[in-house]
């Protein structure tokens, strides 16, 4: 079993920051995927960022690419989000979570922690 805890969302404007936190806690292998979704109102929940358990690799979402940036720290079990240049679209409840195979289908992911909203003001 793993579990997950975000952290760090709220209300900020337009080319503001925020840094999202998931301390994940449990059985995760160097291998597992990482990764940081979203969801706005009538909206699918749609990929972000994901980062390997051992950093090794990342991958981001064409719609972030440049603006976000996704991390790790391993001694505290830790992988977090920094969003810059913040924009109105990216308002929605973020969500982390874990998969064993690496990808960006939400499907893939097996456990998912409760959320987080970020609201960018315009």
């Known amino acids: 079993q793993v579990q997950l805890v975000e952290s760090g969302g709220g209300l900020v404007q337009a080319g503001g920051s925020l840094r999202l936190s998931c301390a994940a806690s449990?059985?995760?292998?160097?291998?597992?995927?990482m990764g940081w979704f979203r969801q706005a109102p009538g909206k699918e929940r749609e990929f972000v960022a994901a980062?390997?358990?051992?950093?090794?690799?990342?991958l981001y979402a064409d719609s972030v690419k440049g603006r976000f940036t996704i991390s790790r720290d391993g001694a505290k079990n830790t992988v977090y989000l920094q969003m810059d240049s913040l924009k109105s679209e990216d308002t929605a409840v973020y969500y982390c979570?874990?998969?064993?195979?690496?990808?960006?289908?939400?499907?893939?992911?097996?456990?998912w922690g409760q959320g987080t909203q970020v609201t960018v003001s315009s």
């Open positions: 979570a874990v998969g064993v195979v690496w990808s960006t289908a939400p499907r893939e992911y097996s456990y």
């Open positions: 449990g059985r995760i292998f160097s291998w597992y995927a």
């Open positions: 980062i390997r358990w051992s950093g090794a690799s990342t």
